[in-house]
């Protein structure tokens, strides 16, 4: 196992919008424990001297501190005020990093990842220079162009997770780019910045809670 420094920016900057609640997603509770205590511990057990950085709303830091204290007796674990936008907030994450690492980029609300996930990611960043988790459609697709659509070939469409690992010196620099629309993830940063971007099998667990039903999926999940 490498010795390098790892760092994961934790983004938990969405809202409870699309769930019907005033309160943003990360805090809601699975199981009598909020979604954003799932992501943090399943990191931990993977890597205990992973360093967090936890990118919150600024209306929400206090919550933030007070599930960090509740279960996390750990000074490992900074918030750090989150920007407009998900680039924006990665960015103020990775200012706090100054040393050679390999640093996770991961949705707070994907709690349904698993160690062995991380530790495949970890393993090929450090090989590769990055690891982005995607796996295939089931689904048929089609894209839509200038009024139109037709269908394409779902095997070579891949759907993108996190979280997204990458070396330091590869990430770092990369994110010194102006802000583009198309800055949809990190990858999609890292690539502009003229980059090769390396996939790696994802899980199909691994979903994002977004709408109440993926609330009623990650208790069952959780169950087992």
């Known amino acids: 196992m490498s010795s390098q420094k790892k760092y994961l920016v934790l983004v938990a900057g969405g809202n409870g919008s699309r769930m019907n609640n005033d309160l943003p997603k990360q805090f809601l509770s699975v199981r009598q424990k909020p979604i ?83 530790l495949r990611c970890h393993s090929q960043a450090l090989e590769k220079g990055s690891a982005i988790p995607a796996i295939e459609s089931k689904d048929s697709v089609r894209i839509v162009e200038n009024g139109s659509n037709k269908a394409i070939d779902r095997s070579a469409v891949r759907l993108i997770q996190t979280p997204q690992v990458f070396l330091s010196k590869i990430l770092l620099p990369a994110f010194t780019s102006p802000y583009k629309d198309f800055f949809t993830d990190e990858a999609s940063v890292v690539e502009y910045a003229g980059n090769l971007i390396h996939l790696i099998e994802g899980e199909e667990n691994n979903i994002k809670i977004t709408y109440p039903m993926d609330l009623v999926l990650a208790e069952k999940i959780l169950a087992i």
């Open 36 to 118: 954003l205590f799932y992501t943090i511990n399943t990191f931990l057990t993977a890597f205990e001297d992973l360093m967090i950085i936890l990118v919150l709303p600024k209306e929400y830091i206090f919550k933030g501190e007070e599930i960090i204290a509740t279960y996390f007796d750990k000074k490992n674990i900074a918030i750090v005020e989150g920007g407009k936008t998900r680039f924006e907030s990665v960015k103020n994450g990775l200012s706090y990093i100054k040393e050679e690492s390999v640093i996770f980029v991961h949705d707070a609300v994907r709690c349904l990842l698993t160690k062995d996930l991380i």
